[in-house]
């Protein structure tokens, strides 16, 4: 009982889309109707509305992924390897991702992956993992196209988890939101850029 609790309540922290509950506050109008991709994330909060709206999605984006999974990760008796720990860490981007009151139209929940492998801290292997990628395919092997960039880091985030040997459980949960991200991609009706790659040492 206590973890479909913190599933459920991870699943509501992560469908509220606060682009949009922070760009209506500050006088934006809706981030979804004036970005061409109608995504209510935090890139799109900077670009339609502004500094402070995008900085205040970010941070509440990372915490309501931390929050259910800090939580539950430190509840007395709990320990790395409980199973059902796999879908609490999954929970706040499956909401984010997959809102039940916005028709399951929401955002890529890339912000909110990294809040969930913070609730794990002081076990912090799968989040550095995936800022490693992030930052690689961003700098050293630049893919230029957002879709295939966020794939790629996914993908091989995935991979190392597997290849180091970490906990099931860890690799089970990063592998449901990783499939999340990746089908909110997929669905998204943002624009596709070319796949091209840029190294880092032929610029």
């Not at 209510?40 to 984006?61: E, K, S, V």
Request: aromatic residues 14%; glycine residues 10%.
């Amino acid at each position: 009982m206590r973890t479909l609790l913190f599933i459920s309540l991870g699943y509501l922290s992560g469908s509220v889309l606060y682009a949009n509950v922070f760009s209506r506050l500050l006088g934006k109008g809706s981030i979804v109707e004036k970005s061409r991709d109608h995504n209510p994330g935090t890139t799109n909060a900077y670009l339609y509305g502004g500094f402070l709206c995008g900085t205040l999605t970010l941070i509440f984006d990372i915490a309501k992924g931390i929050l259910p999974v800090y939580c539950y990760f430190r509840t007395p008796g709990q320990m790395l390897h409980a199973a059902g720990l796999a879908l609490v860490l999954a929970a706040p981007v499956l909401g984010h991702a997959f809102p039940v009151w916005r028709h399951f139209q929401g955002g890529k929940g890339i912000a909110v992956s990294f809040g969930c492998l913070l609730g794990l801290v002081p076990y912090k292997e799968p989040l550095l993992w995936l800022a490693f990628f992030f930052v690689f395919f961003s700098t050293v092997f630049q893919i230029k196209s957002h879709f295939h960039r966020t794939a790629a880091t996914y993908l091989c985030t995935f991979a190392a988890l597997l290849l180091v040997g970490e906990p099931g459980v860890i690799c089970a949960g990063f592998g449901v939101i990783m499939c999340a991200v990746l089908l909110r991609l997929h669905l998204s009706v943002e624009e596709r850029e070319r796949f091209e790659v840029s190294i880092l040492w032929k610029h």
